[in-house]
């Protein structure tokens, strides 16, 4: 089961620009900002701006409405940071087991060098 939304989470704080950020987009449904710690050349974070814990959390109980913005948002993230060609890598991890840290759903998107052919 899913734990209920922590309001204090990092992300949450970024949210509220409470904590800085190098932010890259936003609109109604979604704010993208660069990974602190990045993995690849490009390394961008999206979340939904509602309250959600995971993907899986998002998936149940978001509203058409809030899906299809955090989908178009991510896939428009991609293609500002120039992702799209040659190729890019979405990740969204589940859980503690899964190597979630953050407990607010948020999208990997890696690019900017060969990836390989599974994940790190
Ligand atoms: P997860 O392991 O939960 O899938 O990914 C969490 C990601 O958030 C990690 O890649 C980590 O580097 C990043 N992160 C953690 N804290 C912060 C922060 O305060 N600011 C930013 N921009 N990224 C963070």
Do not use: C
Not at 33 to 50: E, Q, Y
Not at 55 to 76: K, L, P, Q, T, Y
């Amino acid at each position: 089961a899913t734990l209920p939304y922590d309001d204090q989470n990092i992300f949450a704080k970024i949210l509220r620009d409470e904590i800085p950020s190098r932010r890259v987009y936003e609109d109604e449904w979604a704010v993208a900002f660069h990974d602190i710690a990045p993995h690849a050349p490009t390394h961008i974070l999206v979340i939904p701006r509602g309250p959600y814990v995971s993907w899986d959390d998002f998936a149940g109980r978001a509203s058409e409405a809030e899906i299809a913005g955090f989908v178009r948002a991510v896939g428009h993230v991609a293609r500002e940071a120039g992702a799209v060609e040659p190729g890019y890598r979405l990740l969204a991890n589940i859980g503690p087991d899964a190597g979630q840290e953050v407990p607010h759903l948020h999208v990997h998107i890696l690019a900017g060098k060969p990836l390989g052919p599974m994940l790190a």
